[in-house]
T-cell receptor
Framework: EADIYQTPRYLVIGTGKKITLECSQT?????MYWYQQDPGMELHLIHY???????EKGDLSSESTVSRIRTEHFPLTLESARPSHTSQYLC?????????????FGQGTRLTVV | AQSVTQLGSHVSVSEGALVLLRCNYS??????LFWYVQYPNQGLQLLLK??????LVKGINGFEAEFKKSETSFHLTKPSAHMSDAAEYFC??????????????FGSGTRLSIRP
């Protein structure tokens, strides 16, 4: 059973507000990822981390930022939310060299910016 | 470089009929292959995976997939569809390098609808 948690599940916020989406995993995985997904659409990788103090931008340009100060925690921050940021955000983790190397996903955060 | 192509963004079958979702991959090194399912407003859940060994892989909920190296395919099947199978399905590929550079690449997804 996957132990990766995202909070909040749903968030409605006004334009210009600063928000942080939380993601935590208890599996000790070294790699963590953030994906952006519009309803019924494909996943777009926006950030990833190979370990503590390692962060990289993904394939889709994003105005968000991330940090990885602890292995288990990979928060995503938007300094000034805009309606174009409305989407679902999925966090995932996986272990280098693990058996099968599959990614485990959180339940997602659905963000609406009004 | 690796890539995944899912043929058909939307597949509709009748309840009780065979489900076939197609996935082709490209990889310059031996791949790990995955199928994930996503229900509305949920994250992705692993259905099954191929690592090494047996090429026919069985997963949860009666699904299975066969790794065919010669065809670079990893199609997902289920003999008899159930209404609860309606969801979005994603095929994914990763290389088998035990390095920090290893990535997992997702296909664009296939929406499965089940007709009563």
């Amino acid at each position: 059973e996957a132990d990766i948690y995202q909070t909040p599940r749903y968030l409605v916020i006004g334009t210009g507000k600063k928000i942080t989406l939380e993601c935590s995993q208890t599996m000790g995985h070294d790699k963590m990822y953030w994906y952006q997904q519009d309803p019924g659409m494909e996943l777009h990788l926006i950030h990833y981390s190979y370990g503590v103090n390692s962060t990289e931008k993904g394939d889709l340009s994003s105005e968000s930022t991330v940090s990885r100060i602890r292995t288990e925690h990979f928060p995503l921050t938007l300094e000034s939310a805009r309606p174009s940021h409305t989407s679902q955000y999925l966090c995932a983790s996986r272990q280098t060299g693990g058996q099968g190397g599959e990614a485990f996903f959180g339940q997602g955060t659905r963000l609406t910016v009004v | 470089a690796q890539s995944v192509t899912q043929l058909g963004s939307h597949v509709s079958v009748s309840e009780g009929a065979l489900v076939l979702l197609r996935c082709n991959y490209s990889s310059s090194v031996p791949p790990y292959l995955f199928w994930y399912v996503q229900y509305p407003n949920q994250g992705l859940q692993l259905l099954l995976k191929y690592t090494t060994g047996a090429t026919l892989v069985k997963g949860i909920n009666g699904f299975e997939a066969e790794f065919k190296k010669s065809e670079t395919s990893f199609h997902l099947t289920k003999p008899s569809a159930h209404m609860s199978d309606a969801a979005e399905y994603f095929c994914a590929v990763s290389d088998q390098r035990y390095s920090s550079a290893s990535k997992i690449i997702f296909g664009s997804g296939t929406r499965l609808s089940i007709r009563p």
